[in-house]
């Protein structure tokens, strides 16, 4: 079996009123290359008449953003033109490139109704010729991701990015990442071979799982080391985890804010670019 380095429990770092749960960048995990964040919001419950979700305009470069929809909805506006409306079970990717304002902030609907929320949010690094390439963005419902169902009905597979078994996932990605969200039932098992080379970001969203003998509670992120072996993991209540590979980068990273680049320089640019209003405008 794949070698387990170390488990990481999630921080608790809450934004506003939204409770947020951080397992990456963590202690002792500054990143795993190329997943540089990953931001766990709920659950939670929000009362009717709420403030919703606190990210308003603001700008990136040289990363990409995957939003995880489990529960409630997020609603995407950015200077590209693009908005949509997500609500649970879809996925939104955007390719922030050479620069764009977003807002991720919750429906008019959410905000005057309340409900149940909890999103994810995966940030990935572009490496240096991806870096200011054009930005895109997609936003899918749960009905255009594909779905493979496990034997025995042992649960199933929602294929974001990337291949499985054979099968692309939903989004066209500029790099190698490959990205899954997987429901186990209770003593559900799955069998993983991802190749020795690859970073993996397995954590689990809800419930419990034993992954390689080892059992991982719920908002607990698995190290892995490089080398040959599967990962045989059985879930020991009901789970959700979110798992992604690929071949790291390799590349120096430096983050400031709302920018990954390369180098000081480079973000400096960035900011510059900025503030000369190359990110596009922005209209409410």
């Known amino acids: 079996m794949r070698p387990i380095k170390k488990i990481h429990k999630a921080d ?6 939204l409770s947020t749960y951080s397992p990456l960048p963590g202690p002792g995990l500054p990143q795993l290359d190329p997943f540089l964040l990953l931001n766990h919001h709920g659950p939670q419950v929000y009362p009717p008449r709420n403030s919703g979700m606190p990210f308003g ?4 470069r040289g990363m990409e953003t995957v ?3 489990v529960d409630g909805d997020i609603m995407h506006k950015d200077s590209g033109g693009h908005e949509s409306t997500i609500v649970a079970g879809g996925v939104q990717y955007m390719t922030a490139g050479r620069g764009l304002i977003h807002a991720e902030v919750s429906s008019d609907t959410f905000k005057k109704e309340g409900g149940n929320l909890e999103i994810l949010q995966l940030w990935l690094n572009l490496p240096a010729r991806y870096k200011m390439t054009d930005p895109q963005y997609i936003g899918l419902p749960k009905e255009e991701i594909p779905t493979v169902t496990l034997p025995d009905g042992q649960g199933s597979v929602n294929l974001v990015a990337g ?4 099968q692309p996932g939903a989004f066209t990605t500029p790099t190698n990442i490959s990205l899954q969200t997987i429901r186990l039932h209770t003593s559900g098992q799955l069998s993983l071979t991802i190749p020795a080379n690859h970073t993996i970001l397995f954590y689990v969203i809800q419930g419990k799982v034993t992954v390689n003998q080892t059992s991982v509670p719920t908002l607990h992120l698995v190290e892995f080391g490089y080398a040959e072996g599967t990962i045989e993991v059985q879930a020991e209540a009901d789970s959700l985890i979110l798992l992604g590979h690929a071949e790291p980068f390799r590349e120096p990273v430096v983050a400031q804010g709302p920018f990954v680049m390369n180098t000081e320089q480079e973000i ?16 409410e």
């Open 12 to 17: 608790f770092r809450p934004i506003a009123d």
């Open 57 to 60: 305009p603001h700008p990136h």
């Open 67 to 69: 939003t995880f929809v």
């Open 163 to 166: 291949d499985w078994q054979g």
């Open 268 to 283: 400096q640019e960035a900011y510059r670019d900025y503030r000369l209003g190359k990110f596009g405008s922005w209209h």
